[in-house]
């Protein structure tokens, strides 16, 4: 069974540039979260979408931005880049989601803004 | 957003049992206990999680304590592989909010 890609897995952009990233979940899961991880914050929730909407948000601005489609294929969007946006960004895929379900991650994507 | 306070690192050796604590003294009803770890260059694997009882799988064992307000991620026998970053998370609905982790070293 093929896990969470995730494309493209390293990206360098410049500051005011925007940047798509994508996520392809596991075959049959419907939940598609997406998270930050850098080395002073962590691991930080942006957002988590099902069957199409946007279910649960996390506390970024609203420069970050995704969406889901209807093969629950995944996008997540950062505009005007900023460097504080410099992290690896990881996506993580589940059934339904929910708390009693597992969350399966991609190995992320690594973004530098220069 | 409900908060998880964890020991930055920890050592153990090869073959021997590991105990990772964890304090959530805000936790609310609803919150499960999830623990993740994160080996270098890889995004988060799923280990376990519980909600009251203590959990047991094929890769660990989770130890609740009755007032919720701590667990114990137990590796009953430590392996080179096992080095990673631990994470304890409380997960509501569908938000996980990831604490700072344990960096595990695993001595052979």
């Known amino acids: 069974k093929a896990g969470v890609t995730q494309t493209p897995r390293y990206l360098i952009k410049t500051r005011g540039q925007q940047v798509t990233l994508s996520c392809s979940p596991i075959?049959?899961?419907?939940?598609v979260s997406w998270y930050q991880q850098t080395p002073g914050q962590g691991l930080q929730f942006l957002f988590e979408?099902?069957?199409?909407?946007?279910?649960n948000k996390g506390n970024f601005p609203g420069r970050f931005s995704g969406r889901q489609f209807s093969n629950s294929r995944s996008e997540m969007n950062v505009s005007t880049l900023e460097l504080g946006d410099s992290a690896l960004y990881l996506c993580a895929s589940s059934l339904a989601g929910g708390p009693l379900q597992p969350q399966h991650f991609g190995d992320g994507t690594r973004l530098s803004i220069l | 957003d409900a908060k998880t306070t964890q020991p930055n690192s920890m050592e153990s050796n090869e073959e021997e049992p590991v105990h990772l604590p964890c304090n959530h003294s805000t936790i609310s009803g609803t919150d499960y206990i999830h623990w993740y770890r994160q080996l270098p260059s890889q995004g988060p694997e799923y280990v376990i999680h519980g909600l009251t009882s203590n959990v047991n799988n094929r890769m660990a064992s989770l130890a609740i304590a009755e007032d919720r307000k701590s667990s114990t991620l137990i590796l009953h026998r430590a392996t080179l592989r096992d080095a990673a970053v631990y994470y304890c998370?409380?997960?509501?609905?569908?938000?996980?909010?990831f604490g700072s982790g344990t960096k595990l070293n695993v001595k052979p």
């Open positions: 998370i409380l997960g509501n609905f569908n938000k996980f909010y």
């Open positions: 979408y099902f069957s199409e909407t946007q279910r």
């Open positions: 075959s049959g899961h419907r939940s």
